[in-house]
C-alpha cells in the first residue's frame, strides 16, 4: 500500500507539472517591455521570480527575477507590480498573535498582485497563512491596509493583571474612509467591510465606480460559487468481511462471502483558488447497509460434526474527507485521483449473531483510509472507482473482524 501511495503522489506531481503551461504574457525590465511566454503556476504565494520563453516553440526557459523585473502579467488573469515597501507581519494565529497594537514595520522588495486596478488600486500579498492587503489613489502612494490581531496586555483598573485576551487594531478602515471618499461609499459601507479580499473588492469596485473609472480591471477574480460544488452520489460495491476467532471455539477464522451492497450520499467540494485549480477538498457522507448469513461446520476434534450459523448486520454512515487532484483533458473533462480519511461519524453498529443468536456480539465500526480515481465530464457527472482499507467492525475483546470493500461510484452535480 505505501508503495502505491507512493506512485500515485510522484504522478499527481508529474501531472501538476505537465498542466502548468506557459502562456501569453509580458514583463516590464528597465522601463523596456517584453513580449512573451510566462509558465503560469497560479502562483498561491507572490512570487519572486518566473520563467519566460520568447515563442511556445523554445525548449530553452529564461528565469528572471524581482531585481531586474518591475511588473509583470499574464493576459488578463493576473498581473504584479515590484514596490519597495513597508510591510507589517503579524498573523491570525494564535501562536503568532502581536503583542502590540502598533504596527512594526519592515521594508522589503515585493511582486505585490493586482486584484483591481483603476482610480483605487487594491493589492495583496500571501506567503503561507500571512494575507496581507495594499491600496493606493492617485493621490495616495503605495502603502499597506492595517489590521492587526494583538493581546491585549493593559492592566483591568484594580486588579494588577491583564485579561490576555485578542483585540483588533482595524485601522484599514480609517484608511478606506480617508482614501475612498466619495458619494457612492457611505460610513456604514466603510465599518461593514471586513479584511477580506471579496469585501474589499466590494468597496474598490464601488469607488471605482462612482468615480467614472470604467476602465478598471480585476484581475483572475473567482467567486466561491465558482470554486464549490455540491453533487448527489450513489455507488455499488463489491465487500467481504473477515472474522478471526481467536480461541477458535466457533472455527470463525474465515472470509464470509462477498456481498454486494448499494450507497447513497452527498458530496461538497472545494476547489482550492490556486495551481490552476488542480487541488480540491472534499466531504462525501454516504448510508450503505450490510448483511450477510454463513452456515459451516466443524470437528471437535472428538470426532463430531458441530454446525454452526452466523449473521451480520452491519449499517452505517461514513464520512470520506479528502484531497482530490485534477488533470485536466480539455475545457469540460477531466480524470482525477485523491485519498481520504473515512470517519463513521452516525451509527456504525455491528451485530454478530451466531447460532441464531445464541452468542451475539455488538460493535462499533473504526476509521479507515479510501483511495480512488476517475473521470468528470461535461463539469456535471463523474464516475470513481474507489478502493477502502480494512475497517475494524468488532473489536470485542481478542475477536476482529475486517470490512473491505472495492466499488464504483457515480456523482451528478446539482451546482
Known amino acids: 500500500m505505501k508503495k502505491q501511495l507512493l506512485v500515485l503522489f ?11 503551461t506557459f ?13 512573451c511566454y510566462i509558465r503560469n503556476i497560479d502562483w498561491k504565494d507572490n512570487p519572486s521570480e518566473f520563467e519566460y520563453k520568447n515563442a511556445l516553440e ?16 499574464i493576459d488578463d488573469s493576473s498581473k504584479y507590480k515590484r514596490f519597495k515597501i513597508n510591510i507589517e507581519k503579524s498573523g491570525n494565529d494564535i501562536n503568532n498573535v502581536s503583542k502590540s497594537s502598533t504596527p512594526k514595520w519592515k521594508q522589503e522588495t515585493l511582486f505585490l498582485k493586482v486584484l483591481i486596478e483603476g482610480e483605487a488600486t487594491l493589492y495583496s500579498y500571501t506567503e503561507g497563512n500571512l494575507y496581507k492587503y495594499f491600496f493606493e489613489t492617485k493621490s495616495i502612494p503605495a502603502e499597506q491596509l492595517v489590521r492587526i490581531k ?51 473588492l466590494r468597496i474598490f469596485k464601488k469607488y471605482n465606480s462612482s468615480t467614472g473609472s470604467n476602465t478598471a480591471i480585476s484581475y483572475g477574480e473567482k467567486s466561491d460559487k465558482d470554486l464549490l460544488a455540491v453533487k448527489i452520489t450513489a455507488g455499488v460495491d463489491q465487500t467481504s468481511l473477515k472474522l ?21 450520499g452527498a458530496e461538497l467540494e472545494y476547489t482550492l483558488p490556486f495551481n490552476k485549480n488542480t487541488w480540491s477538498v472534499f466531504i462525501n457522507p454516504a448510508y450503505q447497509k450490510y448483511e450477510a448469513e454463513k452456515n459451516y461446520t466443524r470437528d471437535n476434534g472428538l470426532g463430531v460434526i458441530l454446525l454452526h450459523s452466523l449473521k451480520v448486520d452491519y449499517s452505517f454512515i461514513e464520512l470520506p474527507i479528502g484531497i482530490r487532484h485534477h488533470i485536466f483533458l480539455n475545457k469540460t473533462s477531466k480524470i482525477f485521483i485523491n485519498g481520504a480519511f473515512v470517519f463513521n461519524a452516525f451509527g456504525g ?26 473521470y468528470s465530464f461535461q463539469n456535471r457527472y463523474s ?33
Open 244 to 264: 478471526t476467532d481467536p480461541n477458535k471455539y466457533y472455527n470463525a477464522s474465515n472470509d464470509i462471502t462477498g456481498k454486494t451492497t448499494f450507497k447513497i
Open 383 to 415: 464516475i470513481e472507482f474507489r478502493v477502502n482499507t480494512g475497517r475494524e467492525i468488532l473489536g470485542y475483546q481478542q475477536w476482529s473482524s475486517k470490512y473491505n470493500s472495492v466499488g464504483v461510484l457515480l456523482g451528478y452535480r446539482l451546482f
Open 23 to 35: 502562456e501569453k504574457g509580458y514583463f516590464i525590465s528597465n522601463g523596456s517591455r517584453t513580449e
Open 10 to 20: 510522484l504522478l499527481a506531481c508529474s501531472f501538476t507539472q505537465a498542466q502548468i
Open 150 to 200: 494583538y493581546i491585549n496586555t493593559d492592566l483591568i483598573p484594580g486588579k494588577g493583571y491583564s485579561d490576555d485576551s485578542v483585540k483588533e487594531n482595524n485601522q484599514f478602515r480609517q484608511q478606506l474612509f480617508n482614501g475612498l471618499k466619495c458619494d457612492a461609499i457611505s460610513e456604514n459601507d466603510i465599518k461593514n467591510t471586513s479584511y477580506t479580499k471579496s469585501s474589499l
Open 58 to 73: 523554445e525548449t530553452v526557459t529564461k528565469t528572471v527575477n524581482i531585481n531586474t523585473v518591475e511588473e509583470f502579467g
Open 349 to 374: 453498529s455491528a451485530t454478530f449473531n451466531f447460532d441464531n443468536g445464541k452468542t451475539i456480539f455488538e460493535g462499533n465500526s473504526r476509521n479507515n483510509f479510501a483511495f480512488g480515481a476517475g
